[in-house]
């Protein structure tokens, strides 16, 4: 089972606070053009945060298949069968390495990142590799 790291749900709401608290403070400033910045943003990321604090597990495996997360806060079962190809995609840029784990059902492709799994997607797909055969 990966998740989301509890930390990374706290500061996306700590992150909505502030903005929404700045859209407060500028409304009062009467600066609107704040005020259109921070609300959408304070919404956005709010709902990054609550989505992790809903739906903190990404993806699981065991031995029937594996649930991935679907839409905001729903899941899916998808028995190993369905599963066409896992694979990383790995980028470098501006001097970053950046992994996504994608999960190939031929009808969807489920992408995660480290931070949706709480690890290195490597290691999720060399687990869901061995578990899948």
Same mark, same amino acid.
């Given at each position: 089972? &990966?998740?989301?790291?509890?930390?990374?749900?706290?500061?996306?709401?700590?992150? +909505?606070?502030?903005? +929404?608290?700045? /859209?407060? %403070? &500028?409304?009062?400033?009467?600066? %609107?053009?704040?005020?259109?910045?921070?609300?959408?943003? +304070?919404? *956005?990321? /709010?709902?990054?945060?609550?989505?992790?604090?809903?739906?903190?597990?990404?993806?699981?495996?065991?031995?029937?298949?594996?649930?991935?997360?679907?839409?905001?806060?729903?899941?899916?079962?998808?028995?190993?069968?369905?599963? &066409?190809?896992?694979?990383?995609?790995?980028?470098?840029? &501006?001097?970053?390495?950046?992994?996504?784990?994608?999960?190939?059902?031929?009808?969807?492709?489920? *992408?995660?990142?480290?931070?949706? *799994?709480?690890?290195?997607?490597?290691?999720? +797909?060399?687990?869901?590799?061995?578990?899948?055969?």
């Amino acid at each position: 089972m &990966w998740r989301v790291r509890r930390e990374l749900a706290v500061f996306k709401i700590l992150g +909505a606070l502030v903005c +929404a608290g700045l /859209g407060v %403070y &500028w409304w009062f400033d009467d600066d %609107y053009r704040g005020v259109i910045l921070a609300v959408p943003a +304070a919404v *956005l990321v /709010g709902a990054m945060g609550l989505r992790d604090v809903l739906v903190p597990v990404r993806l699981a495996a065991d031995e029937s298949g594996i649930t991935v997360v679907h839409g905001f806060a729903g899941s899916r079962h998808v028995p190993w069968e369905s599963i &066409w190809d896992i694979n990383v995609d790995v980028r470098r840029r &501006w001097g970053r390495r950046s992994e996504m784990l994608e999960i190939d059902t031929g009808d969807h492709l489920h *992408l995660f990142s480290a931070h949706d *799994l709480g690890t290195s997607p490597t290691e999720v +797909a060399a687990v869901l590799r061995r578990r899948g055969t």
